[in-house]
């Protein structure tokens, strides 16, 4: 009984402390944290959540776990806050973000890295059996996750679609307006976590680091969080990295339960490593009076030597790059990583240039550099649009440009590296490796999330104007980012397009692009269904067949349809390893995207919506789809544009008119 009743008094004993529970770590130095993945605590005492390995994820937690319920099963009042830093390898290009979460273990098995920030994978995000409350500061753009911006906060309950967000910034104590801040400056800055568990109300407010804590909230959340939290969790950190390199820092917590958390001591708190290189000694530059004349004929010779190589290097710097440009890259650097543009180091070269693997000698970032041709008229024009424009898109989707040089009459396009190449190798030709369809049907979606992101949730309207497989790329896990950017152009949102030069890639030409000249995102719509096809099916949207005409693969796909044999169009290489009721949809969207009418063509919000299976899928025979509107190439205006093409292009313009004509003669 004596001890039954001391076991019963240190139970309560240490409930009490848990329920008061706090810490303080005025950097991570002593700390008894629970690591894992890439996470560790430097020598100086910074908490580093990630490193310089892509595709990776790190955790960091209170090692104990926390009462957070008192007996009537309502959550306690807490209160955090952090000091943080993002700090990228290239400036003004991030990778993923930093999230405190409040969950039931320390671990996340089966999470994934990159946009899930180790929390969760595309099974377990938004399960409301996860019992996760996070906060996240978000510096990547993610349209499946519904995110604002790529610079946000962000507050998520058991999945990465926030249920409350705002962009990264703090409101002045004076008026409450928001200032805004950059999450990826590299700069420490502070963040406060508060629940008032009387009010049931979340608050998050962020502020740089010396400004201390305004008394207005950035983000308020008024919910209950009894259903959410089990009676004890794990508070912690999780980050991840995806293909562009950033670190992650934390330079102290505080934590409180039933309180406000201690405030942190920002002297002690220890120094984030230096960005930049030490300045080097002029020592050696500095000749000596009484040095001999051989010493002084070396230095000659070596300032010789320097003024060569700056020659060699020399680079050129106009104003519009002062405010439009994006990071910068010296040309010598450039010329190291591409082994002096060897043609050993060519990956693939076309009317726009050609283009270089390298890995930069400092921070052994794998590149791809794109140098533009000089000799057209037309270069400076295209690499001024994509310096200007495309230096600002970030989307996991899209190939993000990294930087740029210009070095005399040479124009240098810096680009993330896509290791597994662009996706049509993976189709045509009988490849040695072939993509399964679900990783078809995942790069499909990637896409489709992209090319939204271009046409109506970017800043202005973006139309590629060439999408087709052999300009979506493959990161390390075989996610598609739509490249090549050289034919876009931008329009701002509700006015006309301004060009009328025909430029594109045959077979994903929407006819009224051919006679008037103009892009739209419904032509940018008909090449995605081109798209859809080629992918589907593993053909070129014009392709040749042994003992017979070129084969056109829209009207195949069509007369299949016609016939209700839609699945024979598939790809062959699939085996019997796909869903059927996907392939279906897929073959079918590539039709209705197809459509020679504009109007009639889904934006690209509708496809997204299809592919996710959030909008049925209309029946195709209710839009009266007939040859006439999937004609691939009407005749009429395309005389003059089909001479600029050889004879065998020439060729397939007028046969791929003579199928749809014959499929159904009735349907003109």
């Known amino acids: ?88 390898e290239i400036s003004s290009v991030s990778g993923h973000g930093i999230v405190f979460v409040i969950a039931p273990t320390k671990g996340f098995p089966g999470s994934r890295p990159s946009q899930f920030l180790g929390l969760f994978n595309e099974t377990t995000n938004g399960n409301k059996t996860n019992h996760v ?34 962009s990264a910034g703090y409101r002045t104590n004076s008026s409450g307006k928001l200032t805004n801040l950059t999450l990826i400056s590299g700069q420490p800055m502070q963040i406060w976590v508060d629940y008032d568990g ?62 406000p958390a201690q405030a942190l001591d920002l002297s002690q708190l220890p120094k984030l490593p230096r960005i930049g290189h030490k300045k080097r000694s002029k020592f050696l530059t500095v000749g000596l009076p009484t040095i001999s004349v051989s010493l002084a004929f070396i230095v000659i010779s070596g300032l010789v030597y320097f003024i060569r190589r700056k020659r060699k290097f ?22 190291i990583a591409t082994k002096g543009f060897r043609d050993k180091e060519l990956l693939g070269s076309g009317g726009f240039g050609r283009v270089y693997k390298g890995v930069l000698p400092t921070s052994k970032i794998e590149i791809a550099v794109k140098k533009v041709s000089h000799e057209s008229r037309q270069g400076m024009k295209v690499f001024v649009a994509e310096i200007v424009s495309i230096g600002r898109l ?46 078809r049907f995942k790069v499909i979606k990637g896409v ?46 509700g006015t006309d397009p301004q060009t009328t030069h025909i430029v594109g890639t045959l077979g994903y030409l929407a006819p009224e692009h051919t006679r008037t ?35 056109i693969l829209l009207d195949w796909v069509f007369s299949l349809w016609v016939r209700g044999e839609m699945l024979e169009a598939r790809d062959p290489n699939l085996g019997r390893d796909y ?37 049925p899928l209309p029946e195709l025979s209710s839009l009266g789809l007939s040859a006439s509107g999937l004609t691939f190439a009407n005749p009429e205006g395309f005389s003059d544009f089909a001479m600029s093409y050889p004879s065998s292009m020439n060729n397939a313009f007028s046969h791929s008119s003579s199928i749809a004509e014959s499929l159904l003669s009735g349907g003109r």
């Open 133 to 166: 409350v996070a906060v996240e500061l978000d510096t990547i753009y993610s349209s499946e996750f519904g995110d604002i911006d790529d610079n946000h906060v962000g507050i998520d309950i058991n999945g990465l679609r926030s249920e409350v967000s705002a």
């Open 394 to 439: 970030r989307h996991r989707n899209l190939v993000t440009l990294l930087g740029y040089c210009r070095r005399k009459g040479e124009l240098l396009l810096v680009y993330d590296y896509m290791p597994n190449g662009s996706l049509d190798k993976y189709l045509y030709d009988q490849p040695r490796v072939t993509l399964n369809w679900e990783q």
């Open 198 to 259: 009387a009010r049931k109300q979340l608050d998050v407010t962020l502020a740089p680091i010396n400004i201390g804590k305004p008394r207005f909230p950035l983000l308020s959340l008024a919910l209950d969080l009894s259903p959410i939290l089990r009676d004890t969790m794990y508070v912690g950190f999780s980050s991840s990295t995806g293909s562009v390199l950033t670190s992650h820092y934390v330079l102290g917590w505080s934590y409180k339960m039933n309180g």
């Open 448 to 493: 489709a999330s992209g090319l939204l992101y271009l046409h109506e949730e970017w800043e202005q309207v973006v139309i590629h104007r060439d999408v087709k497989a052999s300009n979506v790329l493959l990161d390390g896990e075989l996610n598609g980012r739509l490249g090549d950017f050289g034919l876009a152009r931008l329009y701002d949102h």
């Open 579 to 615: 869903i059927a009721e996907e392939v279906e949809m897929v073959l079918q969207l590539g039709l209705l995207c197809s459509h020679s009418e504009p109007e009639i063509r889904p934006s690209m919000r509708q496809i997204v919506q299809f592919l996710e299976w959030d909008t």
């Open 517 to 551: 000249g103009k892009a739209t995102t419904k032509t940018d719509v008909f090449a995605f269904g081109a798209f859809l096809l080629e992918v589907a099916c593993g053909r070129r949207p014009i392709g040749r067949r042994e003992q017979a005409e070129d084969l």
């Open 314 to 335: 020399a680079e050129v710097l106009e104003d519009w790059e002062l405010d439009y440009g994006p990071h910068r890259f010296k040309y010598k650097d450039l010329y």
């Open 1 to 88: 009984m004596f001890f039954q009743a001391v076991l019963l008094v240190s139970s309560l004993v240490c409930l009490a402390v848990s329920q008061d529970l706090s810490f303080l770590y005025n950097g991570f130095r002593s700390a008894n944290l629970s690591l894992d993945g890439l996470a560790e605590i430097t020598s100086s005492g910074l908490l580093k959540l990630t490193n310089d390995t892509k595709q990776q994820k790190g955790h960091a937690f209170f090692p104990n776990p926390i009462n957070f319920k008192n007996s009537n099963g309502s959550v306690f009042t807490f209160s955090t806050t952090f000091v943080f830093a993002i700090v990228p």
